[in-house]
């Protein structure tokens, strides 16, 4: 099961905040259209977003953009890890890019959507889980095996 975005037809919040840094966002994604404009896949507060910016990239984001690599159709795990100048933002279980993020604070989840309709996610989003912690190297392959097992994503060697 996935929950289906149409960009600003759908945009969707959920009443569970997230934490102030450090945390880690997962979400397990496809998209169904690049679109060229800004995509908000979730939103983790006033900041801390992972998404699609309009050089249709992936992206992790709280204040200054780790940019992930080309944007796909095909179903992808993204794990941001929002910690300022140690974030990471890692791609179907590889490291992609780390860094500066910038600073970012909790506050309430937002799904397929950012600040206003036109940074709707046009996609399917299967899983989403938010973590008060970074979790470990052990940890991170174990989330990375789970989640590729059940929604059939493909992980780097």
Same mark, same amino acid.
């Given at each position: 099961p996935?929950?289906q %975005?149409?960009?600003?037809?759908?945009?969707?919040s959920? *009443?569970?905040?997230?934490?102030?840094?450090?945390?880690? @966002?997962?979400?397990?994604?496809?998209? !169904? *259209?690049? !679109?060229?404009?800004?995509?908000?896949? @979730?939103?983790?507060?006033?900041?801390?977003?992972?998404?699609?910016?309009?050089?249709?990239?992936?992206?992790?984001?709280?204040?200054?953009?780790?940019?992930?690599?080309?944007?796909?159709?095909? !179903?992808?795990?993204?794990?941001?890890? %929002?910690?300022? $100048?140690?974030?990471? $933002?890692w791609?179907?279980?590889?490291?992609?890019?780390?860094?500066?993020?910038?600073?970012?604070?909790?506050?309430?989840?937002?799904?397929?959507?950012?600040?206003?309709?036109?940074?709707? %996610?046009?996609? %399917?989003?299967? $899983?989403?889980?938010?973590?008060?912690?970074?979790?470990t *190297?052990?940890?991170?392959?174990?989330?990375?095996?789970?989640?590729?097992?059940?929604?059939?994503v493909a992980?780097? *060697?």
């Open positions: 996935a929950l %975005f149409y960009g600003a037809n759908h945009i969707k959920a *009443a569970i905040s997230a934490p102030s840094p450090p945390w880690t @966002t997962i979400v397990v994604f496809r998209c !169904t *259209a690049i !679109t060229g404009v800004l995509q908000r896949i @979730t939103r983790g507060g006033p900041l801390g977003l992972i998404g699609i910016i309009p050089d249709n990239n992936f992206y992790v984001y709280a204040g200054v953009n780790l940019v992930i690599g080309a944007a796909d159709t095909k !179903t992808h795990i993204i794990m941001g890890v %929002f910690n300022g $100048a140690s974030s990471e $933002a791609l179907d279980g590889v490291l992609k890019a780390s860094g500066d993020a910038g600073i970012s604070t909790g506050g309430i989840l937002g799904i397929g959507a950012g600040d206003g309709p036109i940074q709707g %996610f046009w996609g %399917f989003e299967s $899983a989403l889980i938010n973590l008060n912690y970074i979790p *190297a052990q940890e991170r392959v174990c989330i990375n095996r789970y989640l590729s097992r059940r929604y059939g992980l780097a *060697a």
